[in-house]
């Protein structure tokens, strides 16, 4: 962020502090931030009893081990019968869980009773192909309602399911079956997008050809299109499923077992698994979303707009929201199908009163007009959510005034895949707004800004994001990697959590976050590191090596830029063609998924190196935000930076 931007920020005086209306019917109080300060374990505890144990607890935190945490290790509880069973049994089986709202215009609501039938035949049916308690389980799936009723399932009996967003490549997919050694994927013929069916059953063939430890593919009918069958492998879930027993009892397991694993971008080319397990979390995803969404779940209709393959989609569809017995819609398709009000239209139908989405989807509906949203009815919204990067006040004020009609209290969430569940945040009804700003820690929350010593940097400064108390929801690890867990996340400062953010406190000590430190990028709200997309490009035939970087973006936040350097020997119509650049996004896409697609590649002969031949990616950043180089001294060979400027104005490859 430049400067200037920065000191902008710095001087938001705009406050948005909550009106009395809001105020008196909130969920949250002021008094949680007095009480977590008082007695944090306490607190926490307190907020574990929103859920049924099985066990109890006795001992809140062990952190003996750190950096491996224990919350609530000795009490025992089924997730799945917290966000299913136990609406049920409370007299609540009629209330619709989940409106589900296909692309192509299907529809059908789900009620806790037939989710508490689909949950439980789900169940029985993972326990008949052989699947028990700490296996793991692959899900590769569309949007659809089957894609929570697997989620849950896997919960239901233990095993951990590791979701991959279904974007993702063969390639992405396989690697991350083989790193959690999954038994079964579950998946779907394919998937509505843009008005036409797209296949997903390829890819997971090509994936389980090179993974033998998947034993069965389950296959939901989606779209109906034909698909390869391995006939001693392959499960259609209507045939199986269906014909299952709704009778399930769910058992009890530890809190500290497993529930899941997600794999997320890091410094390296290899994403990491982050391991969730089950209380904790569940108790801090509940808490969040009841106080930071303010959910009346006898009043309110929810939703979130994110996908099930992110951790969003598990913490604030699946498992925050169900144990608090929302009613929420689930929408299959994308924001511009059949038309570019699509989303307006569905909030308005379903009368959506608290929403959450990400700050790129408020910068492209910004780009098509205020008319889209303005021709529907949004009175009903009460409360907007923004998540995944930084929102800017533009953007802020805009979803405020345009699509919150400037009387919703709009929360911006800070959290990680890592982090489990929000962190930082404001409360509404509680904490007043400024239009940019996650204004600050939740009660039960350790946060500083500390200078490259550690030393906090107090108002008016900037430095590292850290966490500084360990928390309910928090990772307990990398799956089968101790080591880097606790190099990427506790060697940095010792005894903090280094979340790889950079951040400033304002004048009144509100918090602005300003992005990755790291090499990692994010590109609509998505993590992908630099490192991941380089091996993609230099595993292709014509490239020699690869430097990415993450530059800033109008409406994705950031935008992939690569410069290349090609192999020799190429023939020259090769070496120059508009054909390779095209070539080489499509490899990209190939081998992570179409998100990771550079939004320009450059041709370079050479690439800026210190003399030691460390990659300068600062003055790549420069050269790709078109921006002043400053000092290239350091250079081993100054000149270099001249011929890739002058290169880049005339290269693109954009679709
Ligand atoms: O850089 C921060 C950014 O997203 C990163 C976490 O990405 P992921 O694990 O994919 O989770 C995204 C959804 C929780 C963070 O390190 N980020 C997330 N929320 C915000 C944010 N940056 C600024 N403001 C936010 N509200």
């Not at 997730?79 to 007299?91: E, I, Q």
């Not at 209507?238 to 027993?245: D, K, T």
């Not at 976050?513 to 292709?540: C, K, P, W, Y």
């Amino acid at each position: 962020m430049s400067q200037e931007a920065l000191e902008n920020l710095l001087h938001e005086n705009r406050v948005f502090p909550p009106t009395a209306e809001f105020a008196a019917q909130a969920n949250a109080t002021g008094a949680m931030y007095d009480e977590a300060a008082q007695d944090r374990l306490g607190f926490w505890a307190e907020q574990a009893r929103y859920l049924s144990w099985a066990t109890d607890f006795t001992e809140v935190l062990d952190w003996s081990d750190a950096p491996f945490a224990k919350w609530f290790a000795d009490g025992r509880l089924n997730v799945a019968y917290n966000c299913v069973d136990r609406h049920v049994d409370n007299g609540f089986g009629n209330q619709v869980a989940i409106r589900f709202e296909g692309e192509p215009g299907d529809r059908r609501d789900i009620t806790y009773a037939e989710l508490k039938d689909e949950v439980c035949k789900a169940a029985n049916a993972l326990t008949e192909l052989g699947v028990t308690a700490g296996d793991r389980v692959a899900i590769y799936m569309p949007m659809i309602p089957e894609a929570i009723v697997a989620m849950l399932a896997c919960a239901r009996i233990g095993a951990a399911h590791s979701v991959v967003f279904a974007g993702f490549s063969a390639e992405a997919l396989r690697s991350r079956i083989d790193d959690a050694q999954a038994v079964l994927v579950i998946t779907a013929d394919g998937q509505n997008r843009r008005g036409s069916a797209m296949a997903l059953k390829p890819a997971v063939d090509e994936a389980v050809a090179e993974t033998p430890s998947v034993r069965n593919v389950l296959v939901v009918r989606r779209t109906g299109s034909d698909v390869a069958w391995n006939a001693d492998r392959d499960i259609w879930w209507h045939e199986f499923v269906e014909q299952q027993s709704t009778e399930h009892e769910p058992e009890a397991f530890d809190a500290e077992h497993p529930l899941f694993i997600l794999y997320t971008s890091g410094t390296t080319g290899k994403p990491k698994g982050i391991l969730h397990t089950s209380g904790g979390y569940l108790t801090q995803a509940a808490f969040t979303h009841r106080n930071v969404f303010d959910l009346k779940p006898d009043e309110d209709v929810y939703w979130c707009t994110a996908d099930i393959g992110w951790v969003t989609g598990h913490s604030y569809i699946v498992y925050g929201p169900l144990a608090n017995r929302v009613t929420q819609v689930v929408y299959e398709g994308t924001p511009d199908t059949p038309n570019k009000d699509r989303w307006w239209d569905i909030i308005e139908r379903h009368k959506v009163t608290l929403f959450y989405t990400a700050p790129t989807a408020i910068r492209t509906f910004m780009k098509w007009g205020d008319e889209l949203p303005k021709s529907h009815d949004l009175s009903s919204l009460r409360l907007l959510g923004s998540v995944g990067e930084p929102i800017n006040p533009e953007a802020w004020m805009w979803y405020r005034e345009v699509i919150g009609g400037d009387n919703c209290p709009i929360v911006d969430t800070w959290w990680q895949t890592e982090t489990g569940a929000i962190m930082i945040s404001p409360l509404p009804g509680v904490t007043g707004c400024k239009p940019g700003s996650a204004m600050g820690a939740l009660p039960g929350i350790g946060m500083a800004v500390v200078d490259d010593h550690a030393t906090p940097v107090g108002n008016g400064g900037g430095g590292y994001l850290v966490l500084t108390e360990p928390w309910p929801s928090m990772l307990r690890g990398i799956w089968g990697d101790p080591e880097r867990f606790k190099e990427t996340y506790w060697s940095r400062f010792p005894g903090m959590y280094f979340a790889g953010d950079g951040a400033k406190l304002d004048d009144d000590g509100a918090i602005w976050l300003l992005g990755r430190v790291d090499d990692v990028m994010n590109v609509s709200g998505h993590r992908i590191s630099t490192t991941e997309v380089e091996s993609a490009l230099v595993s292709h035939e014509a490239v020699a090596e690869a430097a990415v970087v993450g530059a800033a973006d109008e409406t994705t936040g950031q935008g992939i830029v690569a410069f290349v350097i090609l192999r020799g020997g190429l023939p020259e119509e090769t070496a120059k063609g508009e054909q390779l650049v095209q070539d080489l996004r499509n490899h990209v896409a190939h081998e992570i998924g179409p998100i990771a697609k550079p939004r320009q590649i450059m041709v370079v002969p050479e690439l800026p190196k210190t003399r030691s031949g460390k990659i300068m990616r600062r003055l790549l950043r420069d050269v790709a935000e078109h921006r002043d180089m400053g000092d290239v001294t350091t250079l081993a060979d100054p000149t270099v930076m001249n011929l890739i400027a002058t290169g880049l104005e005339t290269s693109s490859g954009e679709d």
